[in-house]
């Protein structure tokens, strides 16, 4: 199967991006309304106005990167990814989850859920993750027009 | 860079234009163009020995080391 170019793997995966993105500034927009659904019939001992601000604080960022990682299996989909384009958008990434896990390690303390120990760890892994990652693709781009600069 | 490739002055020493000189080595002229105008990062052994086949040189006579300013 292909990996990059058109009609690839890469390219259904910008696809399924999109759509998340899509529905993501939806739920965004629409987020005062279901969190009152959610305090009033399913989980009433949540606190309203903590919990909203503390989801826009996160949605808002995760949505970022979304976008980040669609621009980025955009250059995948044109069969170039070693542009240092690539290595910003993957530091933006990071940054956001490394805010998006502050934020949570203080929401925890509102929220008193243990849904946000797992929150924390998983952002706290793409933090780091990613930021390995950029500074690989730095290399790998170094290493690249090194040998296309080799006569 | 400090290594300087004066590959002009030899071609014009041996009356060979970049097109046949590229033909020759095997290159692209884009990759002789590159050559030509410092912008390479490195040179295998085998393009150095063509060239010096092609203009029967020396790597001494195209490649010189100039020190950084």
């Given amino acids: ?151 | 860079m400090s290594i300087v490739v004066n590959l002009d002055v030899m071609m014009a020493k041996r009356k060979i234009s970049s097109l046949e000189l590229a033909e020759k080595i095997g290159i692209t002229t884009a990759n002789l163009s590159i050559l030509k105008t410092n912008k390479g990062k490195a040179i295998r052994f085998s393009t150095l020995e063509n060239i010096c086949k092609v203009l029967n040189c020396q790597p001494g006579d195209i490649l010189e080391y100039k020190e950084d300013n």
């Fill in chain 1, 1 to 151: 199967m292909k990996v990059t170019g058109k009609n690839s793997l890469s390219n259904g995966i910008k696809i399924g991006l999109q759509f998340v993105f899509i529905l993501g500034i939806m739920v965004i927009v629409l987020l005062p309304f279901w969190l009152k659904l959610y305090c009033t019939y399913v989980n009433t001992s949540l606190v309203y106005f903590p919990s909203l601000i503390l989801l826009y604080a996160s949605g808002i960022p995760g949505l970022i990167i979304v976008k980040e990682f669609i621009k980025m299996f955009d250059t995948l989909k044109q069969n170039n990814p070693f542009v240092v384009e690539n290595v910003k958008h993957l530091k933006i990434c990071s940054i956001w989850s490394f805010l998006i896990s502050i934020e949570y390690i203080i929401g925890a303390f509102v929220t008193k859920s243990v849904f946000s120990i797992i929150v924390i760890g998983v952002f706290i892994i793409a933090w780091l993750g990613l930021y390995i990652l950029s500074e690989l693709l730095k290399q790998a781009i170094e290493y690249k027009e090194e040998n296309e600069l080799t006569i």
